[in-house]
Every structure is written in C-alpha cells, then in structure tokens.
Nanobody, 127 residues
C-alpha cells in the first residue's frame, strides 16, 4: 500500500513554469513505476508523463513532449513534473499515480495499469 500526496500546483501565466511534486509513503518506493495524469473540466483523465522504477525509462504525451520533464528521487520517495512553456490548454487537475513494478523498469502510459492515485493538484494557466 502506498499513499501519494501532490503539491506545487497554482496559477501561472502562459509561458511560465511550475514544478509539481508527489511524495509517496512506504519503504519500497524504488519498486514503483510512477506517472502523471491530468483531467480538465468536462474531459477524461489523460496521460501526461511516466517514469520507470530506475528513473531511466520515460514516456511523454505528444502534447507535452519537449516542455515537461518527469524525474524521481528515490531517496526522498518523490517524483517530480517540471512543466515549462505552459499553455492555457495545460490547465487541469494533475494526478500522481503509482504501480508496483518490481520486475520491470518500463515507463507505463496506460491509466488502467496504475494502482494508487493522489488527490490531485490544480494547475491553471492564464492567457
């Protein structure tokens, strides 16, 4: 069992940056694949970025590739999402997710694969 707590959301102007953090409870964080997803009002939750348990393998949605960077610090049980060149269409609630993955270092982009979810943090980008 793992609990996830996101932080770092807020209001930013278009072109600005934010860094989201997600702290996980538990002592086996390094065995979890991690992901970030987002949900805008009236839309389904969508994949943003994913990171394998070692921090080497990554995957990004086409809409954020080149602007967002996912990373992790296993010593701090934390995964980050650095968001640069933000656009109004990035406005959404951002969720951190985890999947216990002791046998693979792959990054996972499929929402249904994740077992644990945070409560979300709001990101609003003004034009």
């Amino acid at each position: 069992q793992v609990q996830l707590v996101e932080s770092g959301g807020g209001l930013v102007q278009a072109g600005g940056s934010l860094r989201l953090s997600c702290v996980a409870s538990g002592r086996t964080f390094s065995a979890y694949a991690m992901g970030w997803f987002r949900q805008a009002p009236g839309k389904e939750r969508e994949f943003v970025a994913a990171l394998g348990k070692t921090g080497i393998n990554t995957s990004y949605a086409a809409s954020v590739k080149g602007r967002f960077t996912i990373s992790r610090d296993n010593a701090k049980n934390t995964v980050y999402l650095q968001m640069n060149s933000l656009k109004p269409e990035d406005t959404a609630v951002y969720y951190c997710a985890a999947r216990f993955s002791p046998n693979t270092a792959q990054a996972m982009s499929v929402l249904a694969l994740y077992d644990y979810w945070g409560q979300g943090t709001q990101v609003t980008v003004s034009s």
